[in-house]
């Protein structure tokens, strides 16, 4: 067998605070219609002491329940419902389940998340805290443990490959799309179904991030999160998920499926500096790793789209390890960012962001960076305006970088 195939998308499945539904999710990103917006998950109001912040990107929760209703389950926890219902949608558009479906498919299961099932986690602490030991629920070991996520994934749709889940901050869905890259090119499996998922908008760790100083005070939803802007002050927290169905050419050619794109190369790194403060050089080193494992000039790179948290040294340092990874191609390749639209979905935001790049090498355009009024000198790179913009070399990398300093970045091209 090849231990060098070539690894391509051929479903996506998306639960976002823009939708679910790619041609909506689509239109939003070309109209600048961000999905960051007041709080509503709980009442900020309802504590002895105020939260700092009362904005975020959320998912309908509408959506999220009739996804579930459609395949027979309830909500169970925030982070696993996301996970499901974009599973679901990635399964059937790669054709890989259906209603009928009885026969299992050994497929491996691997999941990014940051904080994993924070609401189950949220409720065990309020048992614990109101009614002591005797109040926890002996259900509270299945619901919290992290790899409830892609165990319950595996046993819904009957998959019998790994399972299992990925934890490494803001790459950790970047990682696991990395690791289904590399079992299918070097043979151990012919299709992984990966991605990741971010449910962190309960009391408990909403309100962690709202101490940490990161968050912007911006209460104008439209421009609470403005990555690369002079202006920006902080990032937007949000929730979501998307789950990729990455499969073999040769067996996507063999099933007829249609190939999204392609995944070119992965690379990873890590800073072995600060735990919060992010490395050029490591960053540099992942972008770097990427295009060698993909085998592409940096010349023939079109776009990228940006880890660009709308934060000081986030977009600096990255906008720097652009230009240390890319030299002079810098100064032509497109770069932008999407949390001005879904928000920092921390774990989620490496497989969020890979399916706009999908859709974005499909279209031949890269989505607006639509709150951008004066870049930030510092950031000196070719940064996408406030309108779409054409891309005109079809190569994108993906950059993901978290706390911890792990860095992962992967290379995409637009399907034959």
Same mark, same amino acid.
Request: with cysteine; hydrophobic share 40%.
């Given at each position: 067998?090849?231990?060098?195939?070539?690894?391509?998308?051929?479903?996506?499945?998306?639960?976002?605070?823009?939708?679910?539904?790619?041609?909506?999710?689509?239109?939003?990103?070309?109209?600048?219609?961000?999905?960051?917006?007041?709080?509503?998950?709980?009442?900020?109001?309802? =504590?002895?002491?105020?939260?700092?912040?009362?904005?975020?990107?959320?998912?309908?929760?509408?959506?999220?329940?009739?996804?579930?209703?459609?395949?027979?389950?309830? %909500?169970?926890?925030?982070?696993?419902?996301?996970?499901?219902?974009?599973?679901?949608?990635? $399964?059937?558009?790669?054709?890989?389940?259906?209603?009928?479906?009885?026969?299992?498919?050994?497929?491996? /299961?691997?999941?990014?998340?940051?904080?994993?099932?924070?609401?189950?986690?949220?409720?065990? =602490?309020?048992? =614990?805290?109101?009614?002591? %030991?005797?109040?926890?629920?002996?259900?509270?070991?299945?619901?919290?443990? =992290?790899?409830?996520?892609?165990?319950?994934?595996?046993?819904?749709?009957?998959?019998?490959?790994?399972?299992?889940?990925?934890?490494?901050?803001?790459?950790?869905?970047?990682?696991?799309?990395?690791?289904?890259?590399?079992?299918?090119?070097?043979?151990?499996?012919?299709?992984?179904?990966?991605?990741? /998922?971010?449910?962190? $908008?309960? %009391?408990?760790?909403?309100?962690?991030?709202?101490?940490?100083?990161?968050?912007?005070?911006?209460?104008?939803?439209?421009?609470?999160?403005?990555?690369?802007?002079?202006?920006?002050?902080?990032?937007?927290?949000?929730?979501?998920?998307?789950?990729?169905?990455?499969?073999?050419?040769?067996?996507?050619?063999?099933?007829?499926?249609?190939?999204?794109?392609?995944?070119?190369?992965?690379?990873?790194?890590?800073?072995?500096?600060?735990?919060?403060?992010?490395?050029?050089?490591?960053?540099?080193?992942?972008?770097?790793?990427?295009?060698?494992?993909?085998?592409?000039?940096?010349?023939?790179?079109?776009?990228?789209?940006?880890?660009?948290?709308?934060?000081?040294?986030?977009?600096?340092?990255?906008?720097?390890?652009?230009?240390?990874?890319?030299?002079?191609?810098?100064?032509?390749?497109?770069?932008?960012?999407?949390?001005?639209?879904?928000?920092?979905?921390?774990?989620?935001?490496?497989?969020?962001?890979?399916?706009?790049?999908?859709?974005?090498?499909?279209?031949?355009?890269? %989505?607006?960076?639509?709150?951008?009024?004066?870049?930030?000198?510092?950031?000196?790179?070719?940064?996408?305006?406030?309108?779409?913009?054409?891309?005109?070399?079809?190569?994108?990398?993906?950059?993901?970088?978290?706390?911890?300093?792990?860095?992962?970045?992967?290379?995409?091209?637009?399907?034959?």
């Amino acid at each position: 067998m090849s231990r060098n195939r070539r690894v391509v998308v051929t479903g996506l499945g998306l639960a976002t605070p823009l939708g679910f539904e790619e041609e909506e999710i689509w239109r939003r990103l070309m109209a600048g219609e961000t999905g960051i917006g007041p709080l509503t998950a709980f009442d900020t109001e309802a =504590f002895t002491s105020p939260y700092k912040v009362k904005l975020a990107a959320q998912v309908d929760d509408s959506g999220v329940r009739e996804g579930l209703a459609a395949m027979g389950r309830r %909500p169970m926890d925030r982070a696993l419902d996301l996970a499901m219902v974009a599973a679901g949608r990635a $399964l059937t558009q790669a054709q890989l389940v259906s209603e009928s479906q009885q026969e299992t498919c050994e497929v491996p /299961v691997i999941v990014g998340t940051g904080i994993g099932s924070a609401q189950s986690i949220y409720e065990a =602490f309020q048992r =614990f805290n109101t009614k002591g %030991p005797k109040g926890l629920l002996p259900s509270s070991v299945p619901r919290i443990m =992290f790899n409830a996520i892609s165990a319950n994934i595996s046993m819904q749709f009957k998959l019998t490959g790994a399972n299992y889940m990925v934890i490494s901050a803001c790459t950790s869905s970047a990682n696991a799309i990395g690791d289904g890259y590399r079992r299918i090119k070097h043979g151990e499996a012919e299709i992984a179904l990966t991605g990741g /998922v971010e449910g962190c $908008l309960d %009391p408990f760790f909403f309100g962690i991030w709202n101490n940490l100083g990161v968050l912007s005070p911006n209460q104008e939803p439209a421009f609470a999160c403005r990555p690369f802007d002079q202006e920006r002050q902080g990032t937007a927290l949000g929730e979501g998920a998307a789950i990729l169905v990455l499969e073999s050419l040769e067996s996507a050619t063999a099933r007829g499926a249609t190939v999204r794109a392609e995944v070119l190369g992965y690379g990873e790194s890590s800073d072995a500096g600060h735990l919060t403060g992010p490395s050029a050089e490591g960053q540099a080193g992942a972008i770097k790793a990427a295009l060698c494992s993909a085998g592409v000039d940096p010349d023939a790179v079109g776009y990228i789209n940006a880890h660009g948290t709308a934060t000081r040294s986030n977009d600096t340092t990255e906008s720097a390890a652009i230009r240390m990874a890319l030299g002079s191609a810098a100064d032509r390749v497109q770069v932008g960012s999407n949390k001005s639209y879904f928000g920092h979905t921390l774990g989620a935001c490496g497989a969020i962001e890979t399916a706009v790049t999908v859709m974005a090498l499909e279209h031949g355009v890269a %989505p607006p960076n639509f709150n951008l009024a004066t870049a930030d000198p510092e950031c000196d790179v070719r940064l996408v305006g406030r309108e779409a913009e054409p891309i005109e070399r079809k190569v994108a990398l993906k950059n993901s970088f978290g706390f911890g300093g792990g860095n992962a970045v992967l290379v995409l091209s637009a399907g034959d």
